[in-house]
């Protein structure tokens, strides 16, 4: 590990892209601690260290989105430009004319990032105004977070949270250029690692605080609690690094007296191909029914704000209706995320062109129908093992008395994927870096040349 530290820092380029990204995500930390000009701070927190109150929920939501829901500068965090994102890659599969134009080059995918950035302005003014509301009374509670909520107050705090969630996407676009990895991703993990300290704090402090007769069994709660946590990191690793090889065969050319070609190599499919972005899409489209019927379902008395009121509750982290609809979105997205990755058709075709084909299977329509059938069973399998993992703390919060809010966000779900995913993909990227450069990397094996990341394929003889 120190070896591969001083390789890391023998290299100008990559030394210069980790320290941008630490000094980004520093930046992005420190919008967390800049409260928004009228709110009534000690009146939030008090609010905030109720587990089972009304701003709980969205607490937690708001984490998978790279922002927060107190009234800090950064509280929309990356989360209109993840919808606004969304709707346009729904959108470029609907519309033929941007469909088209994603397929004119650099200068198609910059026009559709200026749309995309034109969108996220107009979420962030909406969603911007259902926080402001919310915090001028958060659901049934009644307390009002907002010091004279008057008019310029109010338009003050969603001039702030605009500008402070378009700063965040500008913060993310310059991870992705000039740092390591994906800069939206490390944003949104960098807000959920950040409360790692306090969840180890409050394992501790309920070990502490316990009497002597039960100070044994709260220790083996921690014990299984870490058990746990442990369990699902390692499934999660194996499920993202898991993969279907499929065998292609070359077709075998002969040249005189010599025969080339022949060799078999290996097509791999993740399981989990679209990795942690389904879980963070469906938490951020889930985010929108919940502010708005907080905003409004308790302003009245009527049958009407009645049934507001019900739809408040359903959608709340144990409702019927939030973990129907999330495991909905998971699917969802999990399959049109995966369909952006492998298009069956056109790697069929591929295929065919350079004289590659699967054993048994016909070139052309036929490789086609059977490649989709393979996705789409893969697919399966990572949509239902993202909404297991994802539904894990709504699990243990309705059924395991006096759990901490702070303790089961990390022992599974969403927490989980997204750390765990991002975290792999960041260490990929320095190996790559410094395996180009005939370095040794994090990742050892006896299989990979010092020469480069890339060396010769494993091949099989032709039988």
Do not use: H
């Not at 927490?415 to 991002?422: E, K, T, W, Y």
Request: charged fraction near 15%; glycine fraction near 10%; aromatic fraction near 12%.
């Amino acid at each position: 590990m120190g070896d591969v530290l001083v390789d890391i820092y023998k290299i100008p380029e990559l030394r210069n892209r980790i320290l941008t990204t630490l000094g980004l995500l520093a930046v992005f930390r420190f919008g967390f601690w800049v409260y928004l000009p009228g709110i009534n701070i000690a009146q939030f927190k008090e609010l905030l260290a109720d587990d089972e109150g009304p701003l709980s929920w969205l607490t937690m939501t708001s984490k998978l989105t790279g922002g927060s829901f107190t009234p800090v500068l950064f509280s929309l965090g990356i989360m209109p430009y993840i919808s606004a994102s969304i709707i346009f890659s729904l959108l470029v599969k609907v519309f033929p004319a941007l469909e088209a134009l994603s397929k004119e080059g650099e200068a198609g995918r910059r026009q559709i990032s200026r749309y995309t950035r034109y969108a996220t302005v107009v979420l962030c003014l909406v969603q911007a105004m259902f926080l402001v509301w919310n915090w001028k009374n958060p659901g049934s509670s009644g307390d009002t977070i907002t010091l004279n909520p008057g008019f310029w107050i109010c338009s003050l705090q969603l001039i702030c949270l605009t500008a402070g969630s378009l700063f965040v996407m500008w913060l993310g676009e310059k991870i992705t250029e000039y740092g390591i990895g994906n800069g939206t991703s490390l944003l949104i993990m960098a807000g959920i690692i950040s409360d790692v300290p306090a969840a180890i704090a409050s394992l501790i402090e309920r070990v502490f605080r316990a009497t002597p007769d039960d100070r044994p069994f709260e220790v083996t709660y921690c014990l299984l609690i870490i058990a746990m946590f442990v369990a699902i990191v390692a499934a999660v690793v194996f499920i993202t690094k898991g993969q279907r090889r499929i065998p292609i065969q070359q077709q075998r050319a002969v040249k005189g007296r010599k025969v080339y070609g022949g060799q078999r190599q290996y097509m791999p499919v993740k399981v989990n191909a679209a990795g942690v972005l389904p879980v963070i899409f469906a938490s951020s489209l889930l985010m929108i029914p919940t502010l708005f019927l907080g905003s409004i379902a308790y302003a009245g008395d009527s049958w009407f704000y009645g049934f507001l009121q019900f739809l408040d509750t359903a959608f709340a982290s144990n409702g019927f209706l939030y973990i129907f609809s999330f495991i909905g979105m998971i699917v969802f997205f999990t399959y049109f995320w995966t369909s952006l990755y492998y298009n069956p058709v056109e790697i069929a075709g591929n295929m065919k062109e350079y004289g590659s084909f699967i054993p048994g299977i016909r070139p052309g329509r036929r490789t086609a129908e059977y490649l989709e059938k393979i996705f789409k069973r893969i697919t399966l399998a990572g949509a239902v093992f993202l909404c297991l993992i994802a539904l894990v703390p709504n699990v243990i919060m309705g059924n395991v008395p006096g759990m901490s809010f702070l303790v089961t966000q990390f022992l599974g779900g969403t927490s989980i994927l997204i750390v765990v995913g991002v975290s792999l993909d960041f260490v990929e990227k320095i190996e790559s870096q410094l395996l180009v450069r005939q370095y040794e990397g994090f990742m050892r094996g006896g299989e990979t040349p010092r020469g480069g990341a890339g060396g010769p394929k494993k091949t099989e003889p032709a039988e």
